[in-house]
C-alpha cells in the first residue's frame, strides 16, 4: 500500500511534435509494430523516463531497419545524428557518453533507429559515484514464472532485513530488475562488492533458488542474481526502454503490491505501457526518488552472515 499511498501527480505527458523517417515500416515482424508506434512510444513516456535519464550516461540498443536485421549497441553519440553527449567536462580525457535530457532527445534517437535505452549507475556529476544498486534478476532455462516473482520477494526481504527499500521494474524481457537508490557516497568498487556479497548470501542460503555464478549452464532451474550490472561502465536497461525482442516488450516500474498480477517480464510492450501508464492515479516509484540510502549500515549488518 505504501507505494501507491504517495499522491504525487503522474508526469504529464506533452508529447513532443513527431518527424518521422519510415514511419510505416515495421521493425517487429512477430507484432506487426511499426517505427511510427515506437517513436510514438518514447514521446508518450518521454515525461515519465527522462527523471530516470537526465544527466546520466546512457548506450542504446539500434536496429534501423528493425530488429530482425542487424542491431549495435552503441556507446557514444559520435557520428549519429539526433545523439546529444554528456558534458565532456565531466570526464576530462574521455569521449562523452550518449545524454538524454528532454523529449525531443528520445524522439530524436527512436528516428535515428534505437529501440533500447541502457544507463550508467552514476550520473555524469559525480560519475564515479553510484547513486543506485541494481539487482538483475536472470531466470534460468526451466525456471517457472512464478519462482521469478517468489525470487523479487525474497531478495526484497534479504535487503529490507539490511535496512535498505527497493522498487521494482519488469525488464520487458524475461525478468525483473529491483533498484535500491543510493546517496552517492562510495565507489563504484564498493557497491559492487556489496552486491556481490548480498547474491552471494542469496545462493548460499536457497542454492535451489539461485546461484551466483555467470553462465547459463550454472543456472539451469535457479535465478542468476546478475550483480555485474553494478560494476564501472556496466549499464542496465533503464525504466521505460523498448526492447529489441519479439513483441516489443517495455521495462515498467511497478508497486509491489503489483508483483502477484504480474504475468512475464513483457508484461507490457509499447502499446499497452502507456494505456497503462494513462490509467495510473499515482506514479508507482514516486517516493523512489525522495529516498536515498546509505549504504554503511547494510555493509555492517551483511558482514556477519559472510
Ligand atoms: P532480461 O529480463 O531478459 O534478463 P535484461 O535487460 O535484464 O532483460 P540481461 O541480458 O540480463 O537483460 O542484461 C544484459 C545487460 O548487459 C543489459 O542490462 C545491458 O545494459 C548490457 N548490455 C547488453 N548488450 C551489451 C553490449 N553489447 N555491450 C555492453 N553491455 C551490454
Ligand atoms: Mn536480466
Ligand atoms: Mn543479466
Known amino acids: 500500500k505504501a507505494a501507491l499511498a504517495v499522491t504525487r501527480e503522474r508526469p504529464q505527458a ?3 511534435p513527431l518527424k518521422v523517417t519510415h514511419g510505416s515500416r515495421v521493425i517487429d515482424p512477430a507484432s506487426g509494430l511499426t517505427k ?13 523516463a527522462l527523471p530516470h535519464l537526465k544527466g546520466r550516461p546512457a ?6 531497419l528493425g530488429i530482425h536485421e542487424a542491431m549495435t549497441f552503441v556507446q557514444h553519440p559520435t557520428g549519429i545524428r539526433g545523439l546529444k553527449g554528456t558534458d565532456p567536462e565531466l570526464w576530462p580525457g574521455h569521449e562523452p557518453a550518449i545524454a538524454f535530457d528532454a523529449a525531443e532527445d528520445l524522439v530524436a534517437a527512436a528516428q535515428t533507429g534505437m529501440i533500447e535505452l541502457h544507463t550508467w549507475n552514476s550520473t555524469a556529476r559525480a560519475i564515479t559515484l553510484p547513486d543506485r544498486i541494481v539487482f538483475d534478476l536472470d531466470p534460468g532455462e526451466g525456471v517457472a514464472w512464478a519462482q521469478v516473482q517468489e525470487g523479487a520477494l525474497l531478495v526484497r526481504a534479504l535487503l529490507q532485513e539490511l535496512g535498505l527499500q ?3 521494474k519488469t525488464t520487458g524481457g524475461k525478468g525483473l530488475h529491483l533498484f535500491v537508490p543510493l546517496v552517492p557516497e562510495h565507489d563504484y568498487e564498493a557497491v559492487r562488492a556489496f552486491s556481490e556479497a548480498v547474491v552471494g548470501h542469496m545462493a548460499r542460503t536457497i542454492p535451489q533458488r539461485f546461484v551466483a555464478v555467470l553462465g547459463p549452464r550454472n543456472r539451469v532451474g535457479r535465478i542468476f542474481i546478475d550483480y555485474l550490472r553494478n560494476g564501472w ?6 525504466a521505460f526502454s523498448a526492447r529489441a525482442r519479439p513483441g516489443l516488450g517495455v521495462s515498467m ?3 509491489w503490491e503489483e508483483l502477484a498480477g504480474i504475468t512475464a517480464g513483457n508484461h507490457w510492450n509499447i502499446v499497452s505501457g502507456p494505456q497503462r501508464l494513462a490509467a495510473l492515479e499515482a506514479d508507482p516509484w514516486a517516493e523512489y526518488w525522495t529516498k536515498p540510502q546509505r549504504l554503511g549500515p547494510a555493509v555492517q549488518a551483511l558482514t556477519p552472515a559472510l
Open 166 to 168: 527497493s522498487w521494482l
Open 253 to 255: 516500474p511497478v508497486a
Open 14 to 16: 506533452a508529447a513532443p
Open 36 to 48: 511510427l508506434d515506437l517513436v510514438r512510444y518514447y514521446a508518450q513516456v518521454a515525461a515519465w
Open 233 to 238: 561502465v556496466q549499464s542496465t536497461a533503464e
Open 59 to 64: 548506450y542504446i540498443r539500434r536496429a534501423p
